[in-house]
């Protein structure tokens, strides 16, 4: 009896948690996806259309810009910051002189709201009087700035890297934190037999630090599938969709257009996309749990 | 878990005290001399602020339960806008102390996404903001909008509309629509570049061809615009199409009887092309937002500005009394003329909780007294004849007869067309200016836009 009694007390504990999180997440991914096999246009009774918008979606050319600019973000996202962010953390980690204060100023861009970065880039990119522009005129290497908002084939880059600008400081505390439980005593061993400080690093830091790389690693791919604000602020996925994102892209759609049945169904795909992340995070968590 | 729980607490705990100190003012009136208090919700960029206006009245406490009220939604959001709206609510409360009226403010943008969700909420607004024509209509044709033939009739507007208006408002013989009032586009010009370079307002094509070469030349930008949000490159549109093809054709594309890959659209392309190709546009016009564009007609850079009537509102005094404006230059002479002309109003959700309320409310936003109001305060344009025309300036006197000369007035781009092929063909206006080789590809793309959006309704 008493051992029922027991087991009982964490379901207890977790019977509000689990409520809100149906409330707030389960029921609305469901309405979604019902949604997303309807014709609702946000005022009138929804319609079931089947599978309709999803063959739309996939004949659709915006859909397929937003999908590679996600990728392209993507790419850039689990690459750049992550070994900028390692390298800050690496850099830092030894005790020189204002150390703190540097950690400070590369953690600063995260602690802006988004809005606030992509407000203040915008300005910086403007094309006559922006700060990238005067600087890159004075230098007289160029004779006139490009437009960083407005030429197709840069757009999406420009925003891509404020979006790196903010997330290295991220990444680079993450590691810090990962460098800083690294027993002191294997590295001394180390240097003990005969490694020197690359060796050292492949060898015994980067391994170690594993653990941290795949949250970074998992951290980048959701913010990279999510970003909206900077797009939507920045440029609203002008011009001509050229960086629009799938998440940009479904706002437009459902907001703008009232298509909430086809932004319904771009939410499902993007959610699809997502959970083979997570779920691929979860096998390899698990998987690290049970070895331990 | 203990976190977690420790949060919720605090949450809760915060919502708590925000109610109790919202609650604050209203107990203590009861108890006293009575105080009516009226809570007025603002919303501001991220914000809610609560403005309580406070007064003295003699009266039982029942009389205050029995107090009526009206909610209204309103999209003034600019700083002028809104402070002319607060100021009537009040005026409107003043003159009926028995009507509270629970007015909020939205941005015009978040306004526009937001009705859809307004009007299908179980407690709808009563009065809103809104869009004559086809916006307007959409709602009307899906039962969201109140017939309010009855008020047209005792304000008796059927006089004192004209008949233009009254059109706008009524479908199947029934007023659904309260206009209140609108604006017209034109070429806004520099007078002061203009004088310096002997150059006239043109009137024609060519005339408007050789004014910008004429400005080009001098190191002027002749036409200034900013593109990032898409529906000034629409203004092009509709002008040029209208111009090269008359109203009729414009008007019949908009609402999808005639297609995008009609030889006609491409001229309106080829024409388009000229300007850009000379290089007559402000460069990088996609990284500018409209009023960003305007940055250098105030500074002296830039000569003209393809711009709604609002564009006053930007400008600062002393170069405002340098701007004067011109009819969008004729191309083809044998055309009606067209104008674009929106028109704002008002109108009750056909669910309203309160409509008898409602109406006294929107038959007051319809009167003259406010018309004038706003007219005097704002500038605008009023829609009731009964608002005496030597109250207005120069300039107004001189958009009414820019309208009055016009065969045809259109409403704009995204308010004669549907919010989705506005949209598709807004991009494609975009993705022209940037490529202008791609402009085949661009219309067979909104042509097949334009089937399938059409053949939905």
Not at chain 1, 6 to 35: C, H, K, Q, S
Not at chain 1, 90 to 112: D, Q, S
């Amino acid at each position: 009896m008493p051992r029922t009694k027991r087991d009982i007390i964490p379901y207890l504990f977790l019977i509000v948690p689990v409520i809100i999180y149906i409330v707030w997440v389960i029921a609305p991914m469901i309405y979604t996806f019902y949604l997303s096999l309807t014709n609702w246009d946000g005022l009138t009774t929804p319609e079931f259309i089947g599978f309709k918008n999803y063959i739309k979606l996939f004949d659709d050319k915006v859909f397929y810009i937003s999908l590679t600019n996600n990728l392209k973000w993507l790419g850039a996202f689990i690459t750049v910051p992550v070994i900028l962010g390692l390298g800050l953390a690496m850099m830092l980690n030894t005790a020189i002189p204002g150390e703190k204060f540097f950690k400070m100023t590369f953690y600063m861009p995260m602690v802006l709201a988004m809005v606030v970065s992509g407000l203040i880039w915008g300005w910086m990119y403007h094309p006559k009087g922006g700060l990238v522009n005067t600087f890159l005129m004075s230098t007289g290497l160029v004779e006139k700035g490009p437009g960083w908002l407005s030429n197709r084939d840069i757009v999406l880059w420009s925003i891509i890297i404020v979006a790196i600008w903010r997330q290295v400081g991220y990444v680079m505390v993450l590691y810090l934190a990962g460098l800083k439980s690294i027993n002191p005593q294997l590295l001394e061993a180390a240097t003990v037999d005969g490694a020197n400080g690359w060796q050292s690093f492949w060898r015994i830091i980067l391994p170690l630090l594993t653990p941290v790389t795949v949250i970074v690693l998992v951290i980048s791919v959701i913010d990279s599938l999510r970003a909206f604000d900077l797009v939507s602020v920045m440029t609203r996925g002008g011009p001509a969709n050229a960086s629009s994102v799938l998440a940009n892209f479904m706002y437009i759609e459902s907001f703008n257009n009232y298509k909430m049945g086809y932004g319904a169904a771009i939410a499902v795909i993007l959610f699809m996309i997502s959970l083979g992340f997570i779920i691929l995070y979860l096998w390899r968590v698990m998987k690290d749990e049970l070895e331990y | 878990m203990t976190r977690k729980s420790f949060w919720i607490t605090l949450g809760l705990l915060t919502v708590l005290t925000m109610s109790l100190t919202a609650c604050k003012p209203e107990t203590v009136t009861v108890v006293e001399t009575v105080i009516e208090t009226v809570v007025v919700e603002k919303e501001g960029e991220s914000i809610v602020e609560t403005v309580v206006v406070e007064k003295e009245v003699e009266v039982e406490t029942e009389v205050l339960v029995e107090k009526q009220i009206v909610i209204y939604n309103s999209m003034h959001g600019d700083p002028d806008p809104r402070a002319a709206d607060e100021e009537i609510v009040k005026n409107f409360m003043e003159a009926n102390p028995d009507i509270e009226v629970i007015h909020s403010i939205v941005a015009h943008e978040d306004f526009k996404t937001a009705i859809r969700a307004y009007l299908t909420a179980s407690t709808p607004p009563d009065v809103l903001t809104w869009f004559a024509g086809n916006r307007a209509r959409f709602f009307i044709d899906n039962d969201q909008i109140m017939d309010i033939s009855d008020v047209w009739e005792s304000e008796g507007w059927n006089e004192s509309y004209p008949k233009g208006f009254q059109a706008l408002s009524t479908v199947d013989g029934k007023q659904y629509f309260l206009p209140t009032s609108w604006y017209w586009w034109a070429v806004y010009y520099r007078v002061s570049i203009f004088e310096e370079l002997g150059l006239e307002p043109p009137t024609t094509w060519e005339e408007f061809l050789a004014v910008n070469e004429t400005l080009k030349e001098n190191d002027y930008i002749p036409i200034a615009i900013g593109t990032k949000y898409r529906w000034t490159a629409a203004a092009w549109f509709d002008y040029l199409n209208m111009r090269i093809n008359g109203p009729e054709f414009h008007i019949n594309l908009m609402l999808g009887e005639e297609s995008y890959d009609d030889a006609r659209v491409a001229k309106v392309f080829e024409y388009w092309r000229v300007l850009l190709d000379n290089g007559y546009f402000l460069e990088d016009a996609a990284a500018y937002s409209w009023s960003e564009a305007l940055e250098p007609m105030i500074a002296g850079e830039a000569a003209m500005y393809l711009m709604g009537d609002f564009i006053r509102d930007s400008l600062p005094d002393e170069i405002e009394a340098d701007i004067d404006f011109f009819r969008f230059p004729i191309i083809d002479p044998s055309m009606p003329i067209g104008e674009d002309a929106p028109t704002d109003g008002y109108f009750l959700a056909a669910n309203a909780t309160n409509p008898d309320t409602a109406k006294l409310l929107l038959a007051y936003l319809g009167s003259v007294e406010v018309q004038t109001y706003n007219a005097e305060e704002l500038g605008r344009l009023p829609t009731n004849s009964g608002v005496d025309r030597s109250l207005f300036t120069e300039t107004q006197q001189k958009g009414m007869e820019l309208i009055d000369g016009a065969d045809f007035v259109a409403q704009f781009y995204d308010r004669d067309t549907t919010p989705e092929m506005a949209d598709e063909g807004m991009n494609a206006f975009i993705a022209f200016w940037d490529d202008p080789d791609s402009i085949d590809t661009l219309l067979a793309d909104l042509e097949a836009a334009r089937q399938e959006i059409f053949a939905e309704e």
